[in-house]
């Protein structure tokens, strides 16, 4: 028998995304009987098990995997379709789904995000924000921003803007601690450090002259949300290094006072993040393009 209803072949994509029936059924609004029953007609149609099912998790069988792999591209065509379609009315349609930092995010892309959404009525936006890092290949998202060098080759890096990290601290945490002079004096402060793979990041890197020195922090208070080590500097418990992107309002706000400012940090890339060899639907790539251009025109955000 051969497959009757393509859109079966939801259930089997996010099922495989979820690790389980429930997770599918939630993604694709039905219930869990519902999508128990859809892939078991899926299994009858084919006369084969696509999934090994256990009381924890459900594992794709070798015949599951195969028909995984081309359902996946079997919807990227049909998105390509669409897409080509949207072009031809010169309308951009559907949803684009987002991943980005929590305090870039909050900081600058919002306005962006509701800027665009606003130019294009037919688009949606699925924004998911967090500091850790989502599999762009795995999880449902379109293109992932992101601060840092391209670690996986599976991706495709599009740059939106260089970063210089600097560092700052409170009006109210200086008046009761003098100002670093010397990037070795921050061994005498409470710096706010950020979580990075389960791991403290404490060595803060400076340069003057062309010397780089490298300094190792502490502090009473780490973190893997960038938002919540801005609000800790913003209510004086320590001394915050961060993208200037990121602190940009508070800088020009005085809500938070530059340290260190005749030493260079080491800038690094804010990239655009999208599966390597999947096509891009043109939603997609209009928001990544609308991004660039935005990042483009902020001479702070260039490279130097």
């Known amino acids: 028998m051969k497959i009757e209803n393509i859109g079966d072949l939801k259930v089997l994509v996010c099922t495989a995304r979820g690790g389980s029936l429930t997770a599918a059924a939630r993604a694709l609004g039905i219930t869990p009987a519902a999508a128990s029953a859809t892939l078991k007609r899926l299994e009858s149609q084919l006369g084969t098990r696509l999934f090994e099912r256990s009381t924890r998790a459900m594992r794709l069988t070798p015949q599951g995997q195969i028909l995984l792999d081309y359902a996946v591209r079997a ?24 991943a980005a930092p929590s305090d870039l995010t909050r900081s600058v892309l919002l306005p962006l995000f509701d800027e665009f959404l606003a130019a294009h009525p037919g688009l949606q936006l699925r924004l998911s924000v967090a500091d850790r890092v989502l599999d762009v290949l795995k999880d449902e998202v379109d293109v992932a921003i992101r601060y840092g060098a391209l670690a996986d080759s599976r991706l495709v890096a599009r740059t939106l803007a260089f970063a210089r990290p600097v560092c700052s601290a409170s009006p109210e945490y200086l008046r009761r601690h003098p100002a670093p002079r010397i990037p070795q004096d921050l061994a005498g402060h409470n710096c706010i450090t950020f979580d990075r793979g389960g791991r403290r990041h404490r060595a803060w890197r400076f340069c003057r002259d062309g010397q780089w020195t490298e300094v190792r922090v502490d502090g009473d208070r780490s973190v893997d949300d960038a938002s919540l080590a801005r609000e800790w500097a913003l209510a004086g418990f320590g001394v915050l290094l961060k993208s200037e992107i990121d602190q940009r309002r508070d800088l020009a706000s005085g809500a938070l006072v530059p340290l260190l400012t005749d030493w260079q940090t080491e800038p690094y890339p804010l990239h655009a993040l999208l599966p390597s060899g999947r096509f891009v639907p043109n939603r997609v790539r209009a928001l990544v393009d609308f991004l660039a251009a935005r990042f483009s025109a902020d001479p702070a955000a260039s490279a130097s």
């Open 75 to 98: 919807f990227e065509l049909l998105d390509e379709g669409e897409s080509q379609v949207d072009a031809d009315r010169a309308t951009l349609v559907g949803t684009v789904r987002v």
